[in-house]
């Protein structure tokens, strides 16, 4: 697989062909996301909870995340290597871009953050600093407080406005592409096609550019997963293989299925 960029993200999308993302926290198995031809990586926040043991993702720190994207960047060449801005590092525009700078020093090739159009200003000055950015909306895991627990979000007309909205803005002022988190499948429909920039899914339903799924929930390892996950290691094969069947599900739309879905 030739080195993945943003580039050649944008030209999937306007050629209908969708794309695998996956998160990855380390060396040894980002070696393996590559080897299956995933296209990109996400170093989620996530490693909080399936790494270091945590309830959410709040106690994550930059320094942590700058760890596990070196160790991630180390281990891979062709994917695109994306890194989750934690809990409290983008709330203000200096920490928004020490903290990025940070991330993309250790080895990201763009940054993520969770939320909408508050975040335009913060976007903008990323971008203008050399630094991609994606968005994420629908169930954003840092706001689980707010958001009074993980919850399908946009299932009501003026909630789902609110999203669609602030995916618009988020494009508009930079963002290269966007996450969408457990919303209806009608609603991430329509987002995916209003959108230029690629739209990736988790819990999303199957018409998004993309889908991601956390590594050690597709991988089984997770005791307690949610609705959209699918085991990919079920019937005993290796993590390679497992990993090239859940990126081929991907690409051929047999991932997610109905049952990973919500309306």
Not at 42 to 56: F, I, K, N, P, Y
Not at 67 to 72: E, I, N
Not at 149 to 174: F, P, T
Request: glycine share 10%; hydrophobic share 45%.
């Amino acid at each position: 697989m030739s080195n993945v960029s943003i580039t050649t993200l944008m030209q999937k999308k306007q050629a209908g062909e969708k794309f695998a993302v996956v998160t990855c926290y380390d060396a040894s198995f980002a070696q393996l996301v590559e080897k299956a031809g995933i296209e990109a990586i996400l170093v989620g926040d996530s490693l909080g909870m399936v790494l270091q043991g945590h309830d959410s993702t709040l106690p994550v720190t930059v320094a942590d995340m700058a760890y596990h994207t070196a160790a991630v960047a180390r281990g891979c060449k062709a994917p695109l290597v994306i890194a989750d801005m934690p809990f409290g590092s983008y709330h203000s525009l200096e920490p928004c871009l020490n903290g990025a700078t940070e991330l993309m020093r250790a080895g990201a090739q763009m940054v993520k953050l969770e939320g909408g159009t508050w975040l335009c200003d913060s976007i903008q000055q990323l971008v203008r600093a050399g630094i991609p950015v994606c968005g994420h909306l629908g169930l954003t895991p840092q706001s689980v407080n707010v958001l009074g627990g993980y919850r399908v979000q946009g299932r009501e007309e003026s909630q789902a406005a609110v999203i669609m909205k602030d995916a618009k803005a988020l494009q508009a002022a930079g963002a290269s592409m966007l996450v969408l988190e457990c919303v209806p499948t009608a609603l991430a429909a329509d987002i995916s096609a209003e959108l230029e920039i690629p739209v990736i899914g988790i819990g999303a339903g199957p018409a998004t550019d993309a889908q991601v799924l956390v590594l050690h929930d597709l991988l089984g390892v997770t005791q307690k997963t949610a609705r959209f996950v699918r085991n990919f290691a079920a019937d005993g094969v290796s993590i390679e293989e497992a990993l090239c069947l859940y990126r081929q599900s991907v690409i051929d739309g047999s991932f997610p299925a109905a049952e990973h879905c919500f309306d």
